[in-house]
């Protein structure tokens, strides 16, 4: 046991269902004697066959040198499925099962005798399948068996983990802020006095990843974090530190379209801040959250619209709009044409290659409170801005000064007006009312996301 290497060497494959169970004829519990062998050729290993997949067990994988219990360490990390038999009380049995669980493997868990065989904290995550040597048993739970496998891969597959060597040695500090760039930021610990880098993949797992690290984190910030050594000597300051990437989960749970009831528990300028899951918020824009007069605490029906996991965040519509208000908002409400502002940049779309993109979306200096965010289509940049935008080397938080050159009724949103801009160093005049001046439709995007 003492000589196997439990670290992740192969891939999932959902063709293959393996199977932990008694070997050779074995008593459950003082009873008669049951032939486990001819139970996995005949009953478990039809089953799957039947179902057009493959079934493994321990015994019948090649290509180990050291024994069963490697080839079962082997054939759960390959299995889409794995399967527990409790029967008999087997102590490989139980290792295996906790391997499966170890690697967030799917489980189906059987019993001749459920109270008696299947632990109580396995019987509150999995409902096992309880079955009989005696009558119509066996053909009854090869039925059940089929019937949870195919269950099973119809649900997401889960985040599996990949196991690896412990890190070298970790101290949880606050650190300050030395240097910060666009991509990582050094910092120096308070007590340990540890100098080291740490960069977007460090941040917390239930913080959003910032596009421009300098902006989260200036120089004089303090941090809380680990300063850890990674296996070549060299020092990284994470956040991450006996984090569970929630991430993946999210993702399968919470497709875009899924709708969902969560607490609202935060608002900003940006938006209302809705509980999603593992502790993650998703946001709602701001034009929704004031059109809805969402207040801290409330629960709201909202539509997930969207996963960035890159940068670890939800976006989210309400599922439900609210009735408009009556009438239209009143003319001094909103800038004029010719209005010259700085703009402060609340989101940055770059143009992409197959066409669509190349905008900036912000907020108005003399009107922070306006319900759509203002439009700067990349028809109206400087060159220089415009390849800025495209390089990515525009952030959130930016300013820009720019002229108010449309103000007009929105489509989608009756009760509210879009604003559109130019760049102000741009050189060609541009008239409000010409039709070529149209360089996209604003409806609906929110002032932030």
């Not at 540890?194 to 910030?221: C, F, N, S, T, W």
Request: hydrophobic share 40%.
């Amino acid at each position: 046991m003492d000589k196997i290497k439990i670290e992740r060497t192969d891939r999932p494959d959902d063709n293959i269902v393996f199977f932990a169970m008694p070997y050779g004829r074995k008593s459950a519990a003082g009873g008669p004697e049951r032939d486990y062998d001819d139970l996995y050729d005949n009953a478990y290993a039809a089953a799957v066959r039947d179902l057009d997949l493959t079934p493994c067990r321990a015994d019948s994988i090649f290509g180990t040198s050291q024994g069963v219990l490697e080839s079962a360490w082997r054939g759960i990390q390959q299995a889409g499925v794995v399967v527990i038999d409790f029967s008999t009380r087997s102590a490989d049995v139980a290792l295996e099962f906790g391997w499966a669980m170890c690697l967030h493997k799917r489980m189906i868990v059987l019993a001749q005798d459920i109270e008696r065989d299947v632990p109580t904290d396995v019987t509150g995550l999995l409902r096992p399948i309880q079955y009989s040597f005696d009558g119509t048993g066996i053909p009854r739970m090869m039925q059940d068996l089929k019937a949870h496998i195919r269950q099973a891969l119809a649900e997401p597959v889960g985040t599996e983990m990949t196991l690896k060597p412990l890190e070298g040695h970790a101290e949880q500090d606050r650190a300050e802020v030395l240097i910060a760039d666009r991509d990582h930021v050094i910092v120096k610990g308070a007590r340990t006095g540890r100098i080291a880098e740490m960069h977007k993949q460090d941040v917390d797992y239930l913080r959003d990843v910032p596009l421009d690290m300098a902006k989260r984190y200036p120089v004089g910030r303090e941090v809380s974090g680990t300063f850890v050594t990674e296996a070549d000597g060299r020092p990284r300051f994470s956040q991450r530190v006996n984090q569970r990437n929630p991430w993946p989960d999210l993702q399968n749970s919470y497709p875009k379209g899924n709708v969902f009831v969560g607490r609202v528990v935060d608002i900003k300028p940006a938006g209302a801040y809705i509980a999603v899951a593992h502790g993650v918020n998703g946001l709602l824009p701001g034009a929704q959250t004031r059109a809805a007069d969402l207040q801290l605490g409330m629960e709201v029906e909202a539509v997930v619209t969207g996963v960035d996991a890159d940068r670890q965040r939800i976006h989210l519509a309400l599922s439900r709009q609210p009735a408009p208000a009556a009438g239209r908002p009143a003319a001094d409400t909103y800038p004029r044409h010719g209005d010259r502002q700085t703009g402060t940049v609340t989101r940055v779309v770059p143009e992409q290659p197959g066409g669509g993109g190349g905008y900036i979306l912000m907020t108005l200096q003399d009107w922070p409170n306006l319900p759509l965010a203002a439009f700067l289509h990349c028809s109206r940049m400087t060159p220089e801005l415009r390849t800025r935008m495209n390089s990515r080397l525009l952030a959130e938080g930016d300013t820009l000064p720019v002229e108010v050159i449309q103000v007009h009724p929105s489509r989608k949103n009756p009760p509210f007006h879009e604003v559109k801009v130019r760049d102000l160093a741009e050189v060609p005049d541009v008239v409000a009312d010409d039709p070529a001046a149209d360089d996209g439709d604003l409806d609906g995007v929110p002032a932030a996301t």
